[in-house]
């Protein structure tokens, strides 16, 4: 495999407790098996419906999931263990956009100190450095300084996830794990955010995971496809292909549901 970012056969499972003795009795299998990797510049869309194990993955690469086994793998070196993503390098290169962007967000803190978080983690700069580097985050997703001032419960969704892209963005990353980014827009305003994100794709050779449970939100923004199914993947190959000519009954269930 020649991506920057590999899983090699990953899986997550979670144990069942059951008993007096509250012994382990069985197992959901999140994630049972799944291999993908991730190259420069290019768009992977991981598509299945709510319990399919899509977010888990995600979770998994950024190390909020524990990993039963397999790997994750970055630049050739064995990132599995969240003990060892301790890195600067990992964590700086590779971030994730949540789907609820108001819960993401701390709400005791201003605009200006959640985007400047990861400048914060990862760079030493001044604060009119630091600044600097805020104001110019904002605008590359079309939001004025002004917004630096206020809280997250003072923008609307839409304005929300773009300041998520903005964060996301703040440590000048490679891969951005994006999981249900719009699922809680508008269809409006979906197209605002997605256009936004393939805008600053293009301009930065960003990598996205994108996570949807939805292939018509996905439809114009990935290269590469993997529909999941129960923690594994049922079909995979290029977005144009898939649509075209979906193969397993479970695409072509969620083709069908696409308005």
């Known amino acids: 495999m020649s991506g920057f970012v590999t899983i090699e056969d990953l899986k997550v499972h ?23 990797e991730i190259e420069e510049g290019k768009t992977y869309g991981l598509v299945g419906e709510s319990g399919s194990g899509k977010s888990t993955i ?27 993503r301790r890195t600067s390098d990992y964590n700086r290169n590779v971030q994730m956009i949540f789907q609820d962007s108001l819960s993401s ?10 985007v400047a978080e990861p400048l914060r983690n990862f760079e030493r700069l ?3 450095e630091e600044k600097k580097r805020v104001i110019e985050l904002m605008e590359i997703i079309g939001l004025s300084e002004e917004a630096l001032l206020k809280y997250p419960h003072q923008f609307s969704g839409g304005q929300r996830q773009r300041i998520g892209v903005a964060r996301a ?27 936004n994100m393939k805008r600053i794709q293009d301009e ?37 292909d898939i649509y075209a000519n979906p193969q397993h009954i479970y695409t072509k269930r969620l083709l069908s549901a696409i308005p």
Do not use: W
């Open 14 to 36: 979670y144990p069942i407790r059951s008993g007096f003795f509250n012994r382990v009795t069985d197992h959901v299998y999140a994630v049972d098996g799944v291999s993908l």
């Open 204 to 240: 930065f050779n960003l990598s996205y995971l994108f996570i949807s449970h939805d292939l018509g939100v996905v439809k114009h923004m990935c290269d590469e496809l993997f529909i999941m199914y129960r923690g594994r993947f049922v079909e995979t190959g290029r977005a144009e």
């Open 105 to 114: 967000f701390n709400p005791k803190k201003r605009i200006l100190d959640i």
């Open 126 to 128: 001044s604060p009119e």
């Open 169 to 195: 963005l703040a440590s000048n990353p490679r891969l951005i794990i994006a999981d249900e980014p719009v699922s809680a827009l508008d269809l409006s305003v979906q197209a605002q955010v997605l256009n």
């Open 58 to 84: 995600g979770k998994s690469i950024i190390g909020l999931e524990h990993v039963t086994s397999g790997k994750v793998i970055y630049e050739g070196q064995d990132v599995t263990n969240k003990a060892r």
